[in-house]
């Protein structure tokens, strides 16, 4: 099966990658991540993303835009509750995602985001799916967390950059704000 990975950053991407070649699926990997603050984080993995693929020899599409000003407007009512706000970015990022798949002929996608313990699986699930049913292409639902230590092993082997917090400004501000 052709599986097209979103992938938040390069070392979220190396054990799903490893998993689901494993499985003997033919792995592609997307970046599309337009609500990573500030900006120069967004490049930096976008950066990592691309040194992973010449390290490992992965097709990786990159949908490079940042449209901070329509994020925040399209989740300022959500701002105080942090779970919608986190809903809304699985939204926008795994429609787009799944949109890509059905346009480029992919069997089924699936996402990075699943390897972390903080994100929250069932409502990664629920976006996928009802993204992969508008588009007509299967989300891969796969709990990677059991290979959450793996990824971090994996990353420090290839000397990748990893982030200190999710990616939005909401959540830089939470990482911070808590020491």
Request: net charge negative; aromatic share 12%; charged share 30%.
């Amino acid at each position: 099966m052709r599986v097209l990975i979103h992938s938040c950053c390069a070392p979220c991407l190396t054990y799903p990658r490893e998993t689901l070649e494993g499985e003997g699926h033919d792995v592609e990997a997307l970046w599309y991540n337009p609500n990573i603050h500030p900006y120069k984080e967004y490049q930096k993995r976008m950066h990592e993303v691309q040194r992973y693929s010449g390290l490992r020899s992965i097709n990786v599409h990159y949908i490079d835009e940042y449209p901070l000003a329509e994020w925040l407007e399209d989740i300022q009512s959500s701002v105080a509750d942090g779970k919608e706000r986190c809903v809304r970015c699985y939204e926008l990022r795994l429609g787009r995602t799944a949109a890509f798949a059905e346009a480029n002929g992919f069997d089924a996608f699936t996402t990075t985001l699943l390897v972390s313990k903080h994100q929250d699986h069932e409502a990664v699930r629920r976006a996928g799916a009802e993204a992969g049913e508008r588009h007509g292409v299967e989300f891969l639902y796969r709990d990677f967390r059991d290979g959450w230590k793996r990824s971090i092993e994996m990353s420090k082997e290839l000397q990748l950059y990893r982030q200190p917090y999710c990616g939005c400004v909401f959540s830089e501000h939470e990482r911070y704000s808590e020491q």
